[in-house]
Structure formats: structure tokens, C-alpha cells
């Protein structure tokens, strides 16, 4: 059975292709800084969005039916199935990354979601054989039904943080059984609308014992992957504990997790907590957690999560850049967490918006190694910061000195004159002449 039928297997064609399902920039057998483009990327499917979206938004209906001629329920996700592996090998994507939700249907009891589980499970396993593909993460959907309402493991009511515990602890065993590479925790609806009704304090303890309790179990099941938290700001709840890489940074050391987690970040998330990606990314690098990346891109002028295909070349190239000075990815990869737009609505669009976020990936690992090579802007920078290498300024780095050695030095050298210049506009400039030049 093809369900997408009259779409080949999409090809590399270089930059003078006007074929529209071919790939323009993303080679996956050329060789970067002794990886291949395929190796660098570890691009991924979403399965929420590719399989189960339908276009719908908070003011209308879907536009594309996601059925794949299934009749009832099992058909209709073993058909997801088939249709995933298919798009997947057209598009010579390697890994796929689900919520447990999205590859099974969910009944009125959980043992027999349970029961539905284990069956698409079996069914996948075989088509990851089939097709040589792999799970990249799992996740388990911790929002969409009304029981969470006002959250899992931060609910008020004990009973939905011990049915939220249940479903990660499933989501953890098929994970481990088709080998993911790692467990993503997104905060969903771990947040509050209004301190008016809300024990902070123990919603916060409460995630913090949750994630606790995944960790102890992941290990007694031998879950070798990586754990990671994707922060997000907002929506659905209006504040979210997760708002950003420095807030859950801070609540992981707060619980001593830190050593356990790494981040999954995505982009439209950082637009929405007022950061740019590079950011969030750097602060994770810096910090040692960077994991993973759900790449997309939001639109500057919605303040919610459009989760549009990333064709921002600037942003990917930024982002790559610190992919790389980070020693590239692990376990973790580019996962599209992305969809087409609502108008957007036959199975062509689905395949072009990947090519599109491909390329443009593509695009920016050759900027961000170009950037690296040329090495004007790491020069700059090391330079900027040079007043740290010698006299005060390594004595203030070893921790040689106090305040009041520091009040002798300033009153020694009287006013500061020399602050420097930035030189933003030149260093804007040296980066648009790698990318054009």
C-alpha cells in the first residue's frame, strides 16, 4: 500500500533545481569538517505533527484527513504507521520521535490503551527492522485530555499525578523497547493561570518528586537514553515552570537534578519566552546541558506556537554554529516539531515543508563551519575579553583578589576612559559576507 503517491524518493539536485520536491542544499552524503551532512543533522519526523495533524487550529476544523483510509481505530494507527515509514524513507530521514499518544488510540480504560499500545508497538518494531529507522526520543501526552486540565504531575488532585505517573512509566517501557535515544518532559500544562488558587510551592516539590520518581524507574529498567526538559514559556497555561533553558536550569539545581537532565530546545519556544534560539541554545552549552532540538520557527508578529517549518537561514546558521562548538549532537538531534501552514493542505505541502526546513538546516551547518573557519568572530570576541588574561584581570579569574584590593587598583588608575567598542555592525557585516560572499 503507497499513500503518497507520485512522490519518488526526494533527491539532492543543488541549488539550480527548480524541482520542488527535490533537495536544493541538503546533501546527506557530503562531508563537513570530517561528518557527513547526515551524521551533523540526525534530522527527525515528528509523528504529532506529520501523522496526526490535521490542520485544525483554535478557530477551525482540520483541512487534511490523517485517516490513511483506516476504518477503525487500530487500522487507522497501523495506517499512520505505514504512512510514517513511507515518509520517512521518501525523505531519507533517519529517526522519528512520538508521544505515546499520537501512535495509538486511547480508550475509556488504561489497561486496554495499555493493550492498544503494545500492539502498535509490536507493529512499529517490525517497520523499524524493515526500514532501518530509529526512535530518536519518546514522550508521553500529559495535556491533551480533560483529566489534565490543570496539569499532571503539578494537578491538585493526587489521583492524576498517580494516572500521569502510570503513562510515563508506559511511555518509558516502549521507549526502552524500540531502543529510543532518549525521553523528552514537556511541561505541558505544568503551570498556573493565577496564584489565586495555586500552592506553588507544592505544584513545584510535586514535579520535582515526579521527575524523581521517572529517573529511579528509568534506571531500574536499564533506560540508557538521555532525559531530557523542553522549556516553553506559555500556552496552554498562561505561565509555565518550564519558561526557559535559565528557569528550569534553576529548578534542576534547586532539586538536585541537574545531572540528570539535558534540555530539548525548541525554537518557537524561545520566541515565545522573549529570547532569541541562539540563546537558549548558548545558555544550555555553557551550562552542559545541550541535548536536542526541536527545530521549527515561530512568526514574530502571533504571540502563540505557529510551529512553522524553519526557513530562516540566519537562525539555522546560528544555531548550527553552537551545535558544533557544543561538539555536535549525542543522542539528540533536529527533530521537526513543525507543520505546514493550515492552507497548506495536501501531502505534497507536508513533503515540501521538510525539504524546506532540511535545506535550510543544511544551509546554515555549512555558515556555522564557515563561521568557525573564518574565526573573525571568534577572534573578536577573545580579544573583547583579553583584560582577563593578565594583571588584574587574571588576578580577579584565579580569585586572587577582594574587594578591597579591587578599591586600590580603582583608585590607583583613577578613571576608567577606554570602555571599548562592541562593533555589532561590523560583526553583522563579517557574517552576512560569509553567508553572500
Known amino acids: 500500500m503507497e ?6 524518493k526526494i533527491k539532492y539536485e543543488g ?6 520536491l527535490a533537495f536544493k542544499f541538503y546533501n546527506p552524503d557530503e562531508v563537513i569538517g570530517g561528518k557527513t551532512m547526515k551524521e551533523h543533522l540526525r534530522f527527525s519526523m515528528s509523528y504529532w505533527h506529520t501523522m496526526c495533524g490535521e490542520g485544525s487550529d483554535m478557530f477551525g476544523r ?9 476504518n477503525d481505530k487500530i487500522e487507522i494507527y497501523k495506517n499512520k504507521a505505514l504512512a510514517a515509514f ?14 505515546d ?16 499500545l503494545d500492539e502498535i508497538v509490536e507493529f512499529i518494531k517490525e517497520l523499524m527492522k524493515q526500514y532501518n529507522k530509529k526512535l530518536l526520543w519518546g514522550t508521553a501526552n500529559l495535556f491533551s485530555h480533560p483529566r489534565y486540565a490543570h496539569g499532571a504531575a503539578t494537578s491538585p488532585y493526587a489521583d492524576v499525578f498517580a494516572f500521569a505517573g502510570a503513562q510515563v512509566k508506559k511511555a518509558l517501557d516502549i521507549t526502552k523497547e524500540l531502543e529510543g535515544q532518549g525521553y523528552v518532559f514537556w511541561g505541558g500544562r505544568e503551570g498556573y493561570e493565577t496564584l489565586l488558587n495555586t500552592n506553588l510551592e507544592l505544584e513545584m516539590d510535586n514535579l520535582a518528586r515526579f521527575l524523581n520518581l521517572a529517573v529511579d524507574y528509568a534506571k531500574k529498567i536499564g533506560f540508557e537514553g538521555d532525559f531530557y526538559i523542553e522549556p516553553k514559556p506559555k500556552e496552554p497555561t498562561k505561565h509555565q515552570y518550564d519558561f526557559d533553558v535559565a528557569t528550569v536550569l534553576s529548578f534542576l539545581r534547586k532539586y538536585g537534578l541537574d545531572k540528570q537532565f539535558k534540555m530539548n530546545i525548541e525554537a518557537n519556544h524561545a520566541t515565545l519566552a522573549g529570547h532569541t534560539f541562539q540563546h537558549e541554545l548558548r545558555i544550555a552549552r555553557v551550562n552542559g546541558v545541550f541535548g536536542s532540538i526541536d527545530a521549527n520557527q515561530g512568526d514574530l508578529l502571533l504571540g502563540w506556537d505557529t510551529d512553522q517549518f524553519p526557513t530562516n537561514v540566519y537562525d539555522t546558521a546560528l544555531c548550527m554554529y553552537e551545535v558544533l562548538k557544543a561538539g ?7 527533530n521537526f516539531d513543525a507543520k505546514t501552514k493550515r492552507g497548506s493542505n495536501t501531502f505534497e505541502d507536508m513533503f515540501i515543508g521538510y525539504i524546506a526546513g532540511m535545506d535550510a538546516f543544511a544551509l546554515g551547518l555549512r555558515i556555522a563551519y564557515k563561521i568557525i573557519e573564518d574565526g573573525r568572530i571568534d577572534k573578536f570576541i577573545q580579544e573583547r575579553y583579553s583584560s582577563y588574561k593578565e594583571g588584574i584581570g587574571k588576578d580577579i579569574l584565579d580569585g586572587k583578589v577582594t574587594l578591597e584590593d579591587l578599591e586600590q587598583y580603582a583608585l590607583s588608575i583613577g578613571e576608567v576612559k577606554n570602555i571599548g567598542s562592541g562593533r555589532q555592525e561590523y560583526l553583522e557585516n563579517i557574517l552576512n559576507s560569509i553567508i553572500f560572499g
Open 62 to 70: 482540520g483541512t487534511l484527513d490523517k485517516s490513511f483510509g483506516g
Open 15 to 20: 541549488p539550480k533545481s527548480d524541482n520542488p
Open 86 to 99: 513511507e515518509f520517512m524513507e521518501k525523505l531519507n530521514l533517519d529517526y522519528f520521535c512520538f508521544h
Open 3 to 8: 499513500f503518497f503517491k507520485g512522490i519518488n
Open 328 to 334: 555536535g549532537f549525542t543522542k539528540g538531534g533536529l
Open 101 to 116: 499518544r499520537d501512535i495509538a488510540p486511547e480508550y475509556d480504560s488504561l489497561r486496554e490503551t495499555n493493550r492498544a
